[in-house]
Nanobody
Framework: QLQLVESGGGLVQPGGSLRLSCAAS?????????IGWFRQVPGKEREGVSC????????SQIDSVKGRFTISRDNARNTVYLQMNSLKAEDTAVYYC???????????????????WGQGTQVTVSS
């Protein structure tokens, strides 16, 4: 069974940092996969935050996280990370990772581009 499991969420003060992890089971999350991180708050649609394309050719981020969030992958650990720095209250959300098995040299921050999803991890930024 193909699964993605997120971890690393929690409560952090504004200006703080968190590193989210997305671990795969049942398949190898290697360079072939395009990976995306999304977030959602109650009453709003799921929003694409950052993604990394096949072969790590490129990444994409929404404007509000540029310079603060970094996506990366570690094939040896079958894991993708989202390093989040300088966190703000508006970053509070449930964060999801997603994977697409289609080889793509550019990634998209839309939910329809991904086939596999994790269950989400809560990130709360508050003093």
């Amino acid at each position: 069974q193909l699964q993605l499991v997120e971890s690393g969420g929690g409560l952090v003060q504004p200006g703080g940092s968190l590193r989210l992890s997305c671990a795969a089971s049942g398949f190898t999350l290697d360079y072939y996969y395009t990976i995306g991180w999304f977030r959602q708050v109650p009453g709003k649609e799921r929003e694409g935050v950052s993604c990394i394309s096949s072969n790590d050719v490129g990444t994409s981020q929404i404007d509000s996280v540029k310079g603060r969030f970094t996506i990366s992958r570690d094939n040896a650990r079958n894991t993708v990370y989202l390093q989040m720095n300088s966190l703000k209250a508006e970053d509070t959300a449930v964060y999801y990772c997603a994977a697409s098995p289609r080889f793509q040299l550019s990634c998209l921050l839309v939910t329809t581009a991904y086939d596999y999803w994790g269950q989400g991890t809560q990130v709360t930024v508050s003093s």
